[in-house]
């Protein structure tokens, strides 16, 4: 097959929701029903030695949460879908908004009794930036939930354009008979259990209305007469809007008990795009040129989203998670590192499924490959085979609001300490702050629950026992200026408020939110910045 033929058979895709609203069971529906998975964990059965697939964590399967994102490739249909599961939790949402800067399309998990709520709405508003197509999922029917035309009001006002609804729920709760197609003019009959494949669900045609009366009653009336509602108050579906990101397709089930799993598995093969064009910064005569990369380009590159260290304990490995967006990759490859121009020689290329891999023989723009790195890869680095000059743009990074001074212990896991803090640093689980004027390193992080986290696996993957105390440091800012000389004369102005982060970019540390507006004032051509691309390069102005 060719390049393009491989290409449009990709399918990439990010699940997100808040907290708890099943965002984990329905990842692992959709690998149980593309037959990835012969079965599927609990997530509420933290002490049983079944775990969700997507959460590898010892943390995560303590506390029943994703709080690292994870990549699993599943073939479908004859089409290859890539599923990036992203925590729901708040405090690691820079990492979910890494992950949706890798992916085509979103699929967003509504819980049907509590609506939108707040990480939802932030991640709607990372996908809205980049015109993410975002296919809905409402889930939780089987349970006491408000009314679907109520739902589908939110979320049309939370999202910002307008629902198209594929499926319609008849009843809920005790009452939850099933749902109707709006594609195919069925109605799919519920039955509890989520040991149930897709073929184990009853199926009856609109057409036969005295079945469907005789079974259902007066919640098939209701349900037809509110989808009737629905569907003459919603715009026809139009494939070109959704892929602008202008309309969402919105689908109605319950995850645990595998209903209307089908539905949604089929609407990723069905309306999500193959992988897009990409932007890159391409470097002519020394000057950057902003262009568009084809995913069917002969070239091979891509971009770094994810560094996730010591996934398996026993080698103590780093692998580089890299979306591919163009060429194709084979093994024994030469790649090059951009940023450094350095020849990357991983010992190992593979695929995900969760923890478990297998090694790569060939990969197309759209895959998500990991490659096995011992240092000298970060987040954002573009990766080529030597044949192009580009950089890939528009992966973040935030100002954190939270931060911790670093005290270890037994001063002499001193090596430790460091390895594991720059290793953790350039993964982007936390920010790793060195002030320049030496002593303890700083932490800063977007929410409380990153501190714990990385406060375990110090302990626990480099054997680095550390106290957290609190800091005077409230917020920071990353800095450039016009000229070397303004630069000098501001660190010179305040030594003991500079840092360099991770991808050794330089910072200013604020004490209070004033800080800035006099630090400004004194310099006015110091630039803060409250947001910056990967390794301080298309820094963006926000202050």
């Known amino acids: 097959m060719s390049n393009a033929s491989e290409t449009r058979r990709r399918r990439t895709f990010a699940i997100i929701s808040h907290p708890d609203a099943g965002k984990t069971t329905l990842t692992e529906k959709l690998l149980l029903f593309s037959g ?22 010892e943390i995560e399967k303590q506390r029943g949460i994703s709080v690292a994102s994870s990549v699993m490739q599943m073939v479908y249909r004859d089409h290859v879908i890539n599923l990036l599961d992203t925590p729901g939790h708040k405090d690691f949402s820079e990492d979910t908004y890494r992950v949706l800067t890798a992916v085509d399309s979103a699929l967003m998990v509504i819980d049907a009794a509590n609506g939108v709520e707040a990480q939802t709405r932030r991640l709607i508003e990372v996908c809205r930036q980049r015109n993410t197509p975002i296919i809905t999922f409402v889930n939780k029917m089987d349970r006491e939930v408000r009314e679907p035309l109520d739902i589908m009001d939110e979320i049309e006002r939370e999202l910002g354009m307008p629902c198209v609804p594929m499926t319609w729920p008849v009843g809920q ?5 099933g749902i109707i197609n709006l594609r195919t003019q069925a109605m799919t009959v519920f039955e509890p259990g989520g040991d149930r494949g897709p073929k184990d669900f009853t199926t009856l ?31 026809v579906w139009d494939h070109a809007a959704f892929l602008a990101g202008q309309q969402t397709p919105v689908f109605f089930g319950s995850g645990v008990n595998n209903f209307g799993v089908m539905e949604v598995l089929d609407a990723l093969v ?26 069917d380009d002969d070239a091979f590159s891509g971009v770094v989203f994810k560094v996730q260290a010591n996934m398996d304990a026993n080698h103590r490995d780093r692998i580089a998670f890299v979306r591919m967006a163009s060429g194709k990759y084979t093994p024994g490859m030469k790649l090059k590192v951009m940023r450094s121009n350095k020849e990357l020689r991983p010992t190992s290329v593979v695929t995900f499924m969760s923890q478990r891999r297998e090694a ?30 580009l950089q890939f743009t528009g992966l973040p990074f935030f100002a954190p609001e939270l931060f911790m001074t670093v005290v270890l212990r037994n001063p002499l896991r ?35 629950l990153q501190f714990e986290v990385v406060q375990h696996r110090l302990k626990g993957e480099y054997d680095a026992d550390i106290r957290l105390e609190g800091s005077q440091y409230t917020g920071a800012r990353w800095i450039t200026a016009d000229t070397a000389v303004e630069l000098t004369a501001f660190v010179n102005a305040y030594p003991a408020r500079m840092a360099r982060d991770a991808a050794n970019t330089l910072a200013y540390l604020t004490t209070s939110q004033y800080d800035v507006r006099l630090a400004q004032e004194r310099f006015p051509k110091i630039h803060f910045h409250l947001l910056r691309e990967h390794a301080g390069l298309a820094l963006q102005s926000a202050a």
């Open 414 to 448: 001193t090596k430790q300490l460091q390895q594991g803090l720059a290793q953790l640093g350039e993964e982007g689980a936390i920010q790793v702050f060195r002030p320049e004027m030496g002593g303890n390193m700083l932490l800063g992080a977007v929410g409380q």
């Open 36 to 57: 990835a998975i012969q079965i599927a964990g609990s997530v509420k059965a933290r002490k049983a030695t079944r775990h969700a697939t997507s959460d590898w964590m």
């Open 270 to 295: 069905d309306l999500a795009p193959a992988p897009q064009s990409r932007t890159s910064s391409l470097v002519v005569n020394k000057q950057p040129v902003i262009t568009e990369v084809q995913p």
């Open 360 to 389: 790569v023989n060939e990969a197309y723009a759209g895959d998500i490959v990991g490659f096995t790195t011992h240092g000298g890869v970060q987040l954002g680095d573009t990766i080529t085979d030597g044949s192009v000059n």
């Open 205 to 235: 045609p609109l057409t036969d209305q005295a079945t469907l009366l005789n079974r259902f009653g007066h919640e098939f009336e209701t349900a037809h007469d509110s989808m009737a509602l629905a569907t003459g108050a919603s715009p």
């Open 173 to 177: 709760g005790k009452t939850f008979g």
